[in-house]
């Protein structure tokens, strides 16, 4: 398939030095806001990068479920492959691809797992069909069929009939603990605007333009 004609140019907005936060957490929040307000299907989704034991890259989508200056929270299994991953190897990057506001963010960090107490409270928050469906997958492994999980999960409805759907012990969540930022604009003739945000001891960041 040849693809050589999909070109955009990008003249939506320059990102420069002076409108930008000093904090990446409060950009990312103003740009997260701005993300709502375009009306994008799951601004939130973000492709998770992880490395395994060989030095393996793999990425997938993940929900970030909320944020704060100590990270960036999703929630998955921990029999997964990216949690086998992250076991060996805590370091992630992260990606918001906000492609209608010719935008990306990049995230680099470290994830730690969130405290059994904290992913509990979020899985009591989550619809009885998603509870559900976490006790019916052990993420990542082999399923012989369709059918077997749809048996599975009306096996367990009958289950919990009447009952609160109690988090499984294999289930849970990352915080993902950042230590580097890259805000990206698109812009004209492919002269983008890249501003990265590095950590630096003291908890301080450092803002630096990068060529596009
Ligand atoms: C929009 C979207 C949101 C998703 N959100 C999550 C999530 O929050 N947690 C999760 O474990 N998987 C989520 N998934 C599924 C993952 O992309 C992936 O298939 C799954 O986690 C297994 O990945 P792994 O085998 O690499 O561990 C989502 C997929 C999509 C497309």
């Known amino acids: 398939m040849d693809l050589k004609n999909y ?3 990008y003249k939506l907005e320059v990102l420069t030095e002076d409108a930008v936060d000093l904090n990446p957490f409060l950009q990312f929040t103003k740009w997260f806001e701005e ?18 034991e ?15 200056e100590t990270g960036f929270v999703f929630f998955t299994n921990h029999g997964s492959k990216k949690a086998g991953d992250i076991q060996v190897n ?3 990057a992260v990606l918001f691809p906000w492609l209608a506001l010719q935008r990306q963010v990049r995230i680099s960090g470290v994830a730690e797992k969130v405290s059994f107490l904290e992913a509990s409270k979020y899985f009591a928050s989550r619809p ?11 993420q990542s492994q082999v399923v012989s069929s369709r059918q077997l999980l749809q048996d599975k999960f ?18 849970g969540g990352y915080r993902i603990i950042p230590n580097r930022f890259e805000f990206w604009q698109g812009g004209e003739n492919r002269i983008h605007d890249r501003l990265q945000y590095n950590l630096q001891e003291k908890k301080e960041w450092t803002i630096s333009r990068l060529m596009p």
Do not use: C, H
């Open 7 to 9: 070109r955009r140019e």
């Open 35 to 52: 993300a709502k307000k375009y009306d994008l299907l799951e601004p939130n989704a973000m492709t998770l990068s992880t490395v395994d």
């Open 54 to 68: 060989d030095g393996q890259p793999s990425s997938r989508t993940v929900l970030l479920k909320y944020f704060d």
């Open 90 to 92: 805590p370091k992630v």
């Open 128 to 138: 009885r069909g998603s509870q559900l469906g976490a006790w019916v997958s052990d």
């Open 154 to 171: 009306k096996q367990l409805k009958d289950r919990f009939l009447g009952k609160d759907v109690p988090m499984p012990k294999i289930w």
